[in-house]
C-alpha cells in the first residue's frame, strides 16, 4: 500500500523518536516518531480525555510523518483529515504514508494512523514550493492581548494528577482565553457563538524547521474549536465549576496556511460556530499574529451529545 516516496530528505533531531514514550517536557516531545521502515512511522499520543487518543496530537504526528516524505523547501499549504475511531493512548500508533503526487511545484500525501490493524484517522496533506503573488487579509479583530487575561490551568488542574491538561499541558503550551463577557468583542450575529483564545507553545520551537511550528499549530487548532462548536449548551471548560454533560468528539479538520508564522510566539484563535444540529456542531476559526497577520484557517465539525443518565440497577 505504501507508495514510493522521493530521496528522503535530511529529518531534524526534534522529529526523532525512540521506540518508546518518554517524559513529555516541551512540545517537540509531542511531535516525535521513529521510523520504522520506508513510509511508516509510529508515535505515541496522550489522552484528551479518558482512554482516547487526544486527536490533535494523531493530526499533528501524521503530518509529521507525511513530511519526512517530502523534500526539503515544499512547505504544507492545507490539510484535510477525519477521525474515525478513537484511539487508546496505552498503545503505539503507526502511520502509513502513501505518496500520491510529486508534481512541479505541488505535492501531495495521505496518511492512515493505524491502531490494532484498523484506521482511526485518515489525513490527506498539501505541500507547496513559495511563490510571489498580490496580498490580502481579513483583519484580525480589535481584542485585547494576551497579558492579564486568566491562565485557564488552574481550572484544569482540578481533575486530578491524572488530568493531562492539568499537568503536563501546562510544560507544553500556553494559553489564554478571553472571557466572553468582556467589553469590546465583536457582536454576536443571531444563532452564532464564538470563542477568542490566545495560544503559543510553552518552550521555544526550532528556528530552521517550519514543518514543526505548522504541525504544533495542528496540535493547537484541536483545543477549543469542539468546545466553541458546543457553547450553546455549556460554558468553556475553564468557566465549569461542575463535570461538563457533553460528549464531545472531532469528527473531521481541515486546516488552510496562508502565510509564515511561528508556534511558540503568542498567536490569537479567533473562533466561531454557525450551526449545530444532528448531533454535529461547526466550528470555524482563524490564526493572527500579534501584529495582525491573518496566518491560518480552520474548521472542523464535531459530534456533539448530551450525556444520558447511567441507567438504575
Same mark, same amino acid.
Given at each position: 500500500?505504501?507508495?514510493?516516496?522521493?530521496?528522503?530528505?535530511?529529518?531534524?533531531?526534534?522529529f526523532?523518536?525512540?521506540?518508546?514514550?518518554?517524559?513529555?517536557?516541551?512540545?517537540?516531545?509531542?511531535l516525535?516518531?521513529?521510523?520504522?521502515?520506508q513510509g511508516?512511522?509510529?508515535?505515541w499520543?496522550?489522552?484528551g480525555?479518558?482512554?482516547?487518543?487526544?486527536?490533535?496530537?494523531?493530526?499533528?504526528?501524521?503530518?509529521?510523518?507525511?513530511?519526512?516524505?517530502?523534500?526539503?523547501g515544499?512547505?504544507v499549504?492545507?490539510?484535510h &483529515?477525519?477521525?474515525?475511531r478513537?484511539?487508546?493512548?496505552?498503545?503505539?500508533?503507526?502511520?502509513?504514508?502513501?505518496?500520491?503526487?510529486?508534481?512541479?511545484s505541488?505535492t501531495?500525501r495521505?496518511?492512515?494512523a493505524i491502531?490494532?490493524?484498523?484506521?482511526?484517522?485518515?489525513l490527506?496533506?498539501?505541500?507547496k514550493t513559495?511563490?510571489?503573488?498580490?496580498?490580502?487579509?481579513?483583519?484580525?479583530?480589535?481584542?485585547?492581548?494576551p497579558e492579564?487575561l486568566?491562565?485557564p490551568?488552574?481550572?484544569?488542574?482540578? &481533575?486530578?494528577p491524572?488530568?493531562?491538561?492539568g499537568?503536563?499541558?501546562?510544560?507544553?503550551l500556553?494559553?489564554?482565553?478571553?472571557?466572553?463577557?468582556?467589553?469590546g468583542?465583536?457582536?454576536?450575529?443571531p444563532?452564532?457563538?464564538?470563542?477568542?483564545?490566545?495560544?503559543?507553545?510553552?518552550?521555544?520551537?526550532?528556528?530552521?524547521?517550519?514543518?514543526?511550528h505548522?504541525c504544533?499549530?495542528?496540535y493547537?487548532?484541536?483545543?477549543?474549536?469542539?468546545?466553541?462548536a458546543a457553547?450553546?449548551?455549556?460554558?468553556p471548560?475553564?468557566?465549569r465549576?461542575?463535570?461538563?454533560q457533553?460528549n464531545?468528539?472531532?469528527?473531521d479538520h481541515?486546516m488552510?496556511?496562508?502565510?509564515?508564522?511561528?508556534?511558540?510566539?503568542?498567536?490569537?484563535?479567533?473562533?466561531?460556530s454557525?450551526?449545530?444540529?444532528?448531533?454535529?456542531?461547526?466550528?470555524q476559526?482563524?490564526f493572527?499574529?500579534?501584529d495582525?497577520?491573518?496566518?491560518?484557517?480552520?474548521?472542523?465539525e464535531a459530534?456533539i451529545?448530551?450525556?444520558?443518565p447511567?441507567?438504575q440497577?
Amino acid at each position: 500500500m505504501t507508495a514510493a516516496t522521493p530521496p528522503k530528505p535530511d529529518t531534524p533531531d526534534a522529529f526523532v523518536s525512540p521506540a518508546e514514550p518518554t517524559e513529555i517536557r516541551g512540545f517537540v516531545d509531542l511531535l516525535r516518531l521513529d521510523e520504522i521502515d520506508q513510509g511508516l512511522f509510529r508515535g505515541w499520543c496522550h489522552a484528551g480525555a479518558p482512554l482516547r487518543a487526544f486527536g490533535g496530537q494523531v493530526a499533528a504526528q501524521a503530518l509529521v510523518a507525511a513530511g519526512r516524505t517530502v523534500s526539503t523547501g515544499r512547505l504544507v499549504h492545507s490539510l484535510h &483529515g477525519y477521525f474515525m475511531r478513537p484511539g487508546d493512548p496505552r498503545r503505539p500508533l503507526v502511520y502509513e504514508v502513501d505518496a500520491l503526487r510529486d508534481g512541479g511545484s505541488y505535492t501531495t500525501r495521505r496518511v492512515t494512523a493505524i491502531q490494532g490493524g484498523e484506521a482511526v484517522f485518515t489525513l490527506s496533506a498539501s505541500f507547496k514550493t513559495p511563490e510571489e503573488s498580490p496580498d490580502r487579509q481579513r483583519e484580525i479583530p480589535d481584542l485585547p492581548g494576551p497579558e492579564g487575561l486568566p491562565d485557564p490551568y488552574a481550572a484544569w488542574a482540578a &481533575g486530578g494528577p491524572e488530568n493531562y491538561w492539568g499537568t503536563t499541558g501546562k510544560l507544553t503550551l500556553d494559553m489564554r482565553i478571553i472571557p466572553r463577557d468582556r467589553p469590546g468583542l465583536p457582536v454576536e450575529l443571531p444563532g452564532v457563538v464564538q470563542q477568542f483564545v490566545w495560544l503559543k507553545s510553552a518552550q521555544p520551537l526550532p528556528d530552521d524547521e517550519p514543518l514543526m511550528h505548522v504541525c504544533a499549530l495542528a496540535y493547537l487548532s484541536d483545543l477549543t474549536l469542539a468546545s466553541t462548536a458546543a457553547l450553546h449548551l455549556q460554558v468553556p471548560r475553564a468557566e465549569r465549576t461542575e463535570p461538563s454533560q457533553i460528549n464531545l468528539a472531532s469528527l473531521d479538520h481541515a486546516m488552510w496556511f496562508h502565510r509564515p508564522f511561528r508556534a511558540d510566539e503568542w498567536l490569537l484563535f479567533a473562533q466561531r460556530s454557525p450551526s449545530s444540529s444532528d448531533g454535529r456542531g461547526l466550528a470555524q476559526g482563524e490564526f493572527y499574529t500579534r501584529d495582525g497577520r491573518l496566518v491560518a484557517s480552520v474548521v472542523q465539525e464535531a459530534l456533539i451529545r448530551e450525556r444520558r443518565p447511567k441507567a438504575q440497577g
